[in-house]
């Protein structure tokens, strides 16, 4: 067993799929079948169960893959602390964000990163913030960009801003009748207003899924919600083009002619984004310098409502 067999492992089970797999790590696809058709072997289990869609880890392997996982991230841990002693001359990062926030947010900040540190690599994972949370909980990540509440990294966490939800829907919609306009150019509409219309909320189990969803429960509103599992970007896009109205965040926006963004109900509808850190866990300088250049530019772009 080595390092870079459990990357292998690893990689066929982020994947789902032997062929992806391969592709990501430059090999042909029979000869990462073959190796993991000898790996089980050498094993005595099988690691994964084969599907017509891929493959998933059966109960033996997800053991197998946890402590693989552990052993990786120890392995890169132990690089950071050696290229720490290089003065951030290089380096890897293991940083967890949201698709719909990284389109957005995350460009920028890893331009000038690189063009600072050019030789200290961040490795990218992209999902839903609880999912992120749990990963940052097991020890996956050196940092996560996560959208809150989260009571159970309360301690661990670095507010970054403060980001307000927004009502997406184009200029001719019937909604627009209902704006409120207050003196500050403030435009909201009402949370029982929205409700008339056909809405698209997202699937449940993500941050803004499910605020939205705690909203209209808070007031006894159920909404003519429609699409429930597309993702957030797929529902904002649709939105824009009148199908429905939709729910972005404010660092999201996507600015186009006709295109209306309206706070929901007058105080408006708000969450924190921080950076999230695993519990007690030694924190590279290479993770604190990108940390610090998150707040320079965030800090920049005056994202605070």
């Given amino acids: 067993m080595n390092l870079k067999e459990l990357n292998y492992i690893v990689t066929i089970a982020d994947e789902g799929s032997i062929s992806r797999a391969a592709e990501k790590l430059y090999m042909a696809q029979s000869s990462l079948s073959q190796f993991l058709q000898l790996y089980e072997a050498e094993l005595g289990a099988p690691l994964f169960m ?51 926030r990284g389109t957005y947010l995350l460009p920028p900040v890893l331009k000038r990163f690189r063009d600072r540190y050019p030789r200290i690599h961040v490795e990218i994972t992209e999902k839903d913030s609880m999912y992120l949370e749990e990963m940052i909980l097991e020890g996956f990540l050196d940092m996560a960009l996560l959208a809150l509440p989260s009571p159970r990294l309360h301690k661990q966490l670095d507010f970054l801003t403060r980001d ?119 924190r590279s300088k290479a993770t604190m310098a990108l940390a610090k250049m998150f707040h320079e530019i965030y800090q920049e772009a005056s994202i605070r409502p």
């Fill in 50 to 100: 084969r599907t017509s869609r891929g493959v998933r880890p059966t109960a033996s392997g997800s053991v197998f893959l946890n402590h693989a996982r552990q052993i990786l991230l120890q392995y890169h841990r132990a690089q950071s602390e050696l290229w720490d002693i290089e003065e951030l001359s290089g380096g890897r990062i293991e940083l967890g964000i949201s698709t719909f």
């Fill in 164 to 282: 307000e939800i927004y009502l997406v829907t184009v200029s001719e919609h019937p909604v627009m009748e209902f704006v409120h306009r207050e003196e500050d150019g403030t435009r909201w509409v009402d949370l029982k207003d929205i409700a008339r219309f056909e809405c698209i909320l997202g699937p449940p189990r993500t941050i803004l899924g499910s605020m939205i969803r705690k909203a209209f429960e808070d007031l006894r509103l159920e909404p003519l919600a429609q699409n429930t599992n597309i993702t957030a970007p797929f529902a904002a896009a649709m939105a824009r083009e009148g199908i429905a109205l939709s729910f972005t965040y404010h660092s999201c926006m996507v600015k186009a002619p006709g295109v209306e963004y309206l706070s929901v109900g007058r105080k408006g509808l708000f969450l924190d984004l921080s950076l999230a850190y695993p519990a007690g866990e030694y």
